[in-house]
């Protein structure tokens, strides 16, 4: 036998061996536990990690949108929108979501904290097991839900990107982060009155992408188009992405990343069955996604008159949204049909927003919202949901989240004025307002609108 083998395992070996000899089925009881709690632990922080990293998917895919005036105030808005759903989720966001929630809401604790068992552990006097029976440490699990909540906030700032002015978002960011998202949080994965009837949403197409664009919508309501988006004449002038390089490698981190929004959703990493479980919710939300790029490339030629690139790359979000109320399906299939429909809503979405005027620079509510309701009332084709009690859900959420964000952003707007002057839209918030310019080698012209 190699000794270089036992002198790596030197510490553990014994102990098997001795739990082996002497055929004590508790001891080895305790040492499967505690494995399994160090699995579940490091998923929730491996995957969590990985959620994170949409966070620079979203600024690339926004700052590669957007004219190359803005794309610096676009970069702070989305790494202060993450600090901001941080510090929300920690004070007060995690418990309204999850503790001793009633129907509705949890309780109003400010300051989320570790258990005192794991406390106790870490000073040294402490018992492993009074841990390890809760199945994973209790910040590991805060994490997890916290990277849910940036996504959700990060929705918010595409759909208004280039108009809105950088503190007011982040009170909105405040709110949205701090109760929005934590009520029907509360509903739902807290074991509320949503969850309690059989609302289905593995990994949140409405809990996390609905409020998401439910409250991009009541903002872009709020704070109105860009200048000269829409042309007196009826035209809509025409915005393509200012680096088409970002954008495309935003969505392939976006994509990355779901994989650990989708898969960190089984919750649980310790035993075989949810290895296997894990494994087909990253196929189907891999498929899900490649079949809204194709169809969105294949329709956006008959919905908007041209093959477009900006609807194949929405298309992969809104494939990705889509499956993730039901990717734990097992068959395969099927993912591929949600994703697909879920690509043609999108870029049927991106053209509803132009005929009705409303200017989402994103696409954001075509992919997030539309696709959020598509993939949650699809849980009921193959994931086992029930249509009325789905349909119900949406409608609530979507009720709560856009009444509470409209009423926000009307107060926003009333008291602080939500929405750049003139001048500074005409420049650029890069100049305007942070005195610096994401492609200072280019020479920026103020740009002339048709107004309506």
Sequence with gaps: MNLQILRRGSIRLPLILGLLLAGSSAAYAAVAEETVFVLNTF??????SLVMWMAAGFTMLE???VRTKNASVICLK???LYSIAGLAYYIVGYSLMYTDVSSVIGSFKLF???SAAEIALLDGGGEAAAVIE???SVMSDWFFQMVFVATAASIVSGALAERVKMWPFFIFTLFLTAFIYPVVGAWTWGGGWLNSLGFSDFAGSTIVHGTGGWAALAGILVVGPRLGKFKRDGSVKPTPPSNVVVVTLGVFVLWLGWFGFNGGSQLALGSAADAVAMGHVLVNTNLAAAAGVMTALAFSRFILGRMDMFAGLNGAIAGLVSITAGPDITAHYWAIVIGAVGGIICT?????????????????VPAHLFAGIWGTLAVCIAAGGNFGVQLLGVVAVGAFTFTVSLLLWLVLKAALSVRVSKKVEQLGQDVAELKIEAYPEFLLMPEEEDEE
């Design 43 to 48: 998923s929730f922080l491996l995957w969590g």
């Design 63 to 65: 700052s590669g949108s």
């Design 348 to 364: 049927a979405g991106i053209k509803l927003l132009e005929r009705l005027r409303l200017d989402d620079v994103v696409g954001a």
């Design 78 to 80: 989305n790494i202060g």
């Design 134 to 136: 809760n199945g994973y």
């Design 112 to 114: 989320y904290r570790p």
